[in-house]
């Protein structure tokens, strides 16, 4: 037995998860009743991520902002900008691809216990509360608008405090980040019982009926991964983005794309970006901050599926209407993570543009919560590795600035 572990750990975590996943379908194809049991492998692993990121948000940006020390320069304004211009350029991706293959949809009765924003101002006013929202309150519901805005309140006070007390909050810090990738370590685990768990409950003709969909969804995010996102990259260095590209999607986008947590994933991002030898001033402060605002894939999720919508009911979208919706869907993704069922429970608002009835709507998130197996693996993916990008990109083009000075 000793022996197996010891080979078990030499494979790679990939390589692991595709094992779990692999043997999560064949049990849900041939013995799901005898097995049944194995599903709380993945309620379990969904349940210490969501437990345990929240803290790592809060301590990881609060130790770095309070060991900042004055004079040390950082690229946060351009990773920014870069986050703000990737969002909305996934919106985009996602109104063009709509266009071009237009779907319809079998509505389905579903999701109709859930209350949706009923405006823009409502998103706007939500995020502004949950930014004052109690500390203790916004860890034990997963605010991450909130904890960010605590963490770097904290973070600025506690500049001036002793070297002892920023050195024991490095400490928690990384205990915390050691934590997540104790959790990630079960990953194999979890992904087999939640992947047995999807298919014995919905049988993989479920996904098939939905197909079309499914692909438009990850096509768009694709192309936004392998050319948009590459060119954003190009235009802020100067160089080859491919070979960094490839490398983030790989490392970081991987693991993302099976434990469907930005801020779960964290510490793998935080870890290649050592790799990469990027500035650890900028990317302690970076990779937190693009976990909670960094959402192409929601952008894009939540523009095709309001489009759907549409052409379901037979609704003519003009070009105006088209570039008020690539905005809204940028603005909302910013504020899934502090709105209650992230970017499927912004799809109402969207439709709402079209005077979509919130029956209707509702049916719409329905059909995302059937896709979501797929769909909110690939928006993660998309949303974390971009995490690495972004930063990796703003680095570069700072070396090459200060190496021409």
């Not at 990779?287 to 894939?297: E, K, R, V, Y």
């Not at 928006?379 to 680095?395: H, I, P, R």
Request: hydrophobic fraction near 55%; charge should be positive.
């Amino acid at each position: 037995m000793k022996n197996l572990f010891k080979t078990w750990n030499k494979i790679s975590l990939v390589k692991q998860i595709i094992i779990g996943l692999l043997i999560g379908i064949i049990l849900a194809l041939t013995v799901p009743e005898q097995v049944s049991g194995i599903t709380i492998l993945g309620d379990l692993f969904v349940g210490a991520l969501k437990a345990v990121a929240p803290i790592l948000v809060f301590f990881l940006v609060m130790s770095a902002i309070s060991g900042h020390k004055s004079g040390q320069k950082t690229n946060m304004k351009s990773i920014i900008i870069l986050y703000l211009v990737g969002t909305f350029a996934a919106g985009c991706v996602a109104v063009i691809a709509s266009f071009i293959f237009k779907i319809n949809l079998t509505l389905v009765e579903s999701a109709s216990d859930i209350t949706p924003p009923s405006g823009i101002t409502e998103v706007l006013k939500t995020l502004v509360f949950n930014v004052v929202a109690n500390p203790v309150d916004a860890l034990l519901n997963a605010n991450y608008i909130g904890i960010l805005t605590w963490a770097l309140l904290l973070g600025v006070a506690l500049r001036f405090a002793s070297d002892s007390t920023k050195s024991m909050l490095s400490d928690v810090a990384e205990a915390v980040s050691q934590v997540v990738r104790w959790v990630i370590k079960f990953a194999p685990l979890g992904v087999m019982g939640l992947v047995f768990n999807a298919i014995a409950a919905n049988g993989i003709e479920t996904l098939f009926s939905y197909g079309k969909l499914i692909f438009l969804l990850v096509g768009a995010m694709f192309f936004d991964a392998l050319v948009v996102n590459p060119i954003i990259v190009y235009i802020k260095t100067r160089q080859n983005p491919y070979p960094l590209v490839f490398k983030c999607l790989k490392d970081s986008g991987i693991t993302a794309f099976f434990t469907r947590s930005s801020a779960a994933n964290i510490p793998v991002n935080m870890k290649l970006c050592e790799e990469l030898k990027l500035d650890k001033d900028t990317y302690s402060i970076s990779i937190p901050l693009g976990a909670t605002i960094n959402m192409g894939g929601a952008s894009i999720t939540i523009a095709i599926l309001t489009l759907a919508a549409t052409h379901t009911l037979g609704q003519t979208v003009d070009f105006g209407t088209a570039v008020i919706l690539c905005v809204l869907a940028a603005v909302s993704a910013c504020g899934a993570s502090g709105v209650a069922g992230g970017s499927l429970l912004l799809i109402p608002l969207a439709c709402s543009l079209f005077g979509i009835p919130n029956d209707i709507a509702m049916q719409v998130v329905g059909v995302g919560f059937i896709v979501g197996v797929i769909q909110d693996s690939c928006e993660t993916a998309l949303n974390s590795s971009t995490d690495v990008l972004f930063t990796a990109a703003a680095d570069i083009a700072n070396k090459k600035k200060l190496a021409k000075q």
